[in-house]
């Protein structure tokens, strides 16, 4: 459903979740006195200038003066759009987003969202009633699948016949069968006629990060092929993208500490059904970068299961290729090789839970794979096997961001060939543009370092708003000063208004308030920088008062001035009229 997402909700929201979990989600960051400190992700750096603030729930780098909220930090650092990021904290937080009517941002899918849903719910019932269903459950109960799972995951069938879904959603309404076209349940041929895409299969419903079902898979009960058939690209659903299963892993599991990434969807439902509920699949394509950003959003570590056959290892290659551009200090990937002929499915079902989960524990670290994998076929105790092995890293290594992570493989590297081997810088990404540096600096007025008074306790309100609360004690202030005519007043008493209004609002949520306004990046900018006080709320409310004072004085000599000034005009009229 299209709508804005109320501001009451995203100061609710922000209140909820934690940015400094949120953020140690994806880096390790470490305490340092009121905050917690890292190497800036959005720059390269070798001494930490990345911090976050728990009171201000507000990130900010003194040095390339990155900086913002839970919801900027996912938009930066994961690329998320802004209704993506409130949505992906709405979750971890167990909130459902709610929208404003009458408002739309971006298309509407929402009949594409429901015709999915009859979908779903059709095939699942045709798997309970149909008069063919008794070869569709033969098939689970010969898999070993539970009536339990096959509801959890709300397995379906598409009994035999070209156009059992088209009848049942469409019927005669060529307008419905056109949408069934668009999103997937129907393929059309020559001539413009449609037909059903999934028959006489086993359904597997995807469903996205909410829940909505988005596409779905099919699998034959026989030797029919393709084996299994996916849903094609549509407006909501990006095969590239999305993983099977990763919706039901985190409803399962809040506290998702690492994912386990299998080749297919019944290895996924049969490993929840033994209890091991962190395991998604990929959509019958390679895991994509994508894949592996969702990942690393929701978990610090994954770990891949392979085939230990060739096809195996040469698909764990390729993993590794992938995963090296977006290793970052804080991030893991670790491979796991099956015994030849075995499947996760099988694995499970022979050596149980505890079994599967000591080999998860025993896979390899991608450093030990990468270099055992580099060493295969040539012989590094002499100078042209250690030759080879660092032509074939360099370009590897150099592939990954600059980080402890990358020095440290580089040096494995170098105390594995004997030399040091020059490794190059990864080409820039496209991501979040680098700010040069802006620190919080006054204004030189005639040999005197002076900032303006307006930008001064804007300042201090957007780093601690709690000041509001301190001067409206005891009746406040006169509220004269808002009467200034000068640059910085209206935002500064729009501001004072909005905390006062909400006076539990923290750094982040404020500036969210803002985020739509031309006034935003000053106000991050301002809530990044330094100042004297920053560590003492009662200094911090004792200089925005005399600031304000000031402000006050100002207007008061500023009146006194007019009234002198009308003073003397009237008096030279009078002389004149005399």
Same mark, same amino acid.
């Given at each position: 459903?299209?709508?804005? /997402?109320?501001?009451?909700?995203?100061?609710e929201?922000?209140?909820?979740?934690?940015?400094?979990?949120?953020?140690?989600?994806?880096?390790?960051l @470490?305490?340092?006195?009121?905050?917690?400190?890292a190497?800036?992700?959005?720059?390269?750096? @070798?001494?930490?200038?990345?911090n976050?603030?728990?009171e201000?729930?507000?990130?900010?780098?003194?040095?390339?003066?990155?900086?913002?909220?839970?919801?900027?930090?996912?938009?930066?650092?994961?690329?998320?759009?802004?209704?993506?990021?409130?949505?992906?904290?709405?979750?971890?937080?167990?909130?459902?987003?709610?929208?404003?009517?009458?408002?739309?941002?971006?298309?509407?899918?929402?009949?594409?969202?429901?015709?999915?849903?009859?979908?779903?719910?059709?095939?699942?019932?045709?798997?309970?009633?149909?008069?063919?269903?008794?070869?569709?459950?033969?098939? &689970?109960?010969?898999?070993?699948?539970?009536?339990?799972?096959?509801?959890?995951?709300?397995?379906?069938?598409?009994?035999?016949?070209?156009?059992?879904i088209?009848? %049942?959603?469409a019927?005669?309404?060529t307008?419905?069968?056109?949408?069934?076209?668009?999103?997937?349940?129907?393929?059309?041929k020559?001539?413009?006629?449609?037909?059903?895409?999934?028959r006489d299969r /086993?359904?597997?419903p995807?469903r996205?990060?909410?829940?909505?079902?988005?596409?779905?898979?099919?699998?034959?009960?026989?030797d029919?092929?393709?084996?299994?058939?996916?849903?094609?690209? %549509?407006?909501?659903?990006h095969?590239g993208?999305?993983?099977?299963? &990763?919706?039901?892993?985190?409803?399962?599991?809040?506290?998702?500490?690492?994912?386990l990434?299998?080749?297919?969807?019944?290895?996924?439902?049969?490993?929840?059904?033994?209890?091991?509920?962190?395991?998604?699949?990929?959509l019958?394509?390679? %895991?994509?970068?994508?894949?592996?950003?969702?990942?690393?959003?929701?978990?610090?570590?994954?770990?891949?299961?392979?085939?230990?056959?060739?096809?195996?290892?040469?698909?764990?290659?390729k993993?590794?290729? %992938?995963a090296?551009?977006?290793?970052?200090?804080?991030?893991?990937?670790?491979?796991?090789f099956?015994?030849?002929?075995?499947?996760?499915?099988?694995?499970?079902?022979?050596?149980?839970?505890?079994?599967?989960?000591?080999r /998860?524990?025993?896979?390899?670290p991608?450093s030990?794979?990468?270099f055992?994998?580099?060493?295969?076929?040539?012989d590094?105790a002499s100078?042209e096997?250690?030759?080879?092995?660092? =032509?074939?890293?360099?370009?590897?290594?150099?592939?990954i961001?600059?980080?402890?992570?990358?020095d440290? &493989?580089r040096q494995?590297?170098?105390?594995?060939?004997?030399?040091?081997v020059?490794?190059?810088?990864?080409q820039?990404?496209?991501g979040?543009?680098?700010?040069?540096?802006?620190?919080?600096?006054p204004?030189?007025?005639?040999?005197?370092?002076? /900032?303006?008074?307006?930008?001064q306790?804007?300042?201090?309100?957007?780093?601690?708003?709690a000041?509001?609360?301190?001067c409206?004690?005891?009746?406040?202030?006169?509220?004269?000063?808002?009467?200034?005519e000068?640059?910085?007043?209206?935002?500064?008493?729009?501001?004072?208004?909005r905390?006062r209004?909400?006076?539990?609002?923290?750094?982040?949520?404020?500036?969210?308030?803002?985020r739509?306004?031309?006034?935003?990046?000053?106000?991050?900018?301002?809530?990044?920088s330094?100042?004297?006080?920053?560590?003492?709320?009662?200094?911090?409310?004792?200089e925005f008062?005399?600031?304000l004072?000031?402000?006050?004085?100002?207007?008061?000599?500023?009146? @006194?001035?007019?009234?002198?000034?009308?003073?003397?005009?009237?008096?030279?009229?009078r =002389?004149r009229?005399?």
């Open positions: 459903m299209g709508g804005r /997402i109320p501001s009451q909700f995203i100061d929201l922000l209140r909820r979740v934690d940015i400094v979990d949120l953020i140690e989600s994806r880096m390790t @470490k305490k340092t006195g009121v905050n917690y400190q190497l800036c992700p959005f720059h390269s750096e @070798k001494t930490p200038s990345f976050v603030n728990p201000k729930q507000f990130y900010h780098c003194f040095g390339c003066g990155a900086s913002g909220t839970a919801i900027g930090f996912l938009m930066e650092h994961d690329n998320m759009g802004f209704v993506e990021a409130v949505e992906e904290l709405a979750q971890r937080a167990g909130l459902e987003v709610p929208r404003e009517a009458g408002y739309r941002e971006g298309p509407d899918h929402g009949d594409l969202y429901d015709l999915l849903e009859k979908a779903s719910s059709t095939y699942q019932g045709w798997l309970r009633n149909h008069p063919e269903r008794e070869r569709a459950v033969a098939y &689970l109960k010969q898999r070993g699948l539970s009536g339990a799972i096959a509801a959890e995951y709300q397995l379906g069938y598409a009994p035999p016949g070209w156009d059992n088209k009848k %049942t959603l019927g005669t309404d307008k419905l069968a056109d949408k069934l076209v668009l999103c997937g349940l129907l393929t059309t020559e001539g413009g006629h449609s037909y059903d895409r999934f /086993i359904i597997f995807i996205d990060a909410r829940g909505r079902t988005i596409g779905f898979g099919g699998r034959v009960m026989g029919d092929k393709p084996k299994y058939l996916n849903s094609p690209e %549509t407006p909501v659903f095969k993208r999305e993983l099977y299963g &990763l919706y039901e892993a985190r409803k399962a599991q809040r506290k998702l500490t690492s994912i990434v299998v080749e297919g969807y019944m290895d996924v439902i049969a490993l929840a059904q033994f209890g091991v509920r962190h395991a998604v699949a990929t019958g394509t390679a %895991t994509s970068p994508d894949h592996l950003e969702k990942l690393f959003r929701v978990v610090s570590e994954v770990v891949f299961c392979f085939d230990g056959d060739q096809a195996g290892r040469d698909a764990a290659w993993a590794l290729n %992938t090296l551009p977006l290793m970052r200090d804080g991030r893991e990937v670790r491979f796991l099956l015994p030849e002929g075995e499947d996760p499915d099988s694995l499970i079902r022979a050596e149980g839970k505890e079994g599967l989960e000591r /998860i524990g025993e896979a390899l991608l030990e794979y990468l055992r994998r580099l060493q295969e076929g040539v590094p100078l096997g250690r030759s080879k092995i660092a =032509q074939q890293a360099e370009p590897l290594i150099g592939s961001p600059q980080s402890v992570y990358r440290l &493989l494995r590297l170098n105390q594995l060939v004997g030399v040091e020059a490794v190059a810088s990864p820039p990404q496209p979040p543009v680098q700010r040069p540096r802006r620190s919080f600096r204004k030189r007025r005639g040999g005197d370092l002076t /900032i303006s008074l307006q930008r306790a804007i300042t201090i309100l957007v780093q601690c708003p000041v509001v609360a301190a409206e004690e005891g009746g406040g202030l006169s509220q004269r000063w808002r009467m200034l000068e640059p910085g007043i209206p935002l500064l008493a729009e501001l004072y208004d905390v209004g909400d006076p539990g609002l923290t750094t982040a949520a404020l500036l969210e308030h803002w739509e306004r031309s006034e935003y990046n000053a106000l991050r900018k301002l809530a990044g330094e100042l004297a006080m920053a560590n003492d709320p009662d200094a911090l409310a004792a008062i005399g600031a004072k000031q402000m006050e004085g100002r207007y008061d000599k500023l009146e @006194k001035d007019l009234k002198l000034e009308e003073q003397l005009r009237l008096a030279l009229e =002389q009229s005399g």
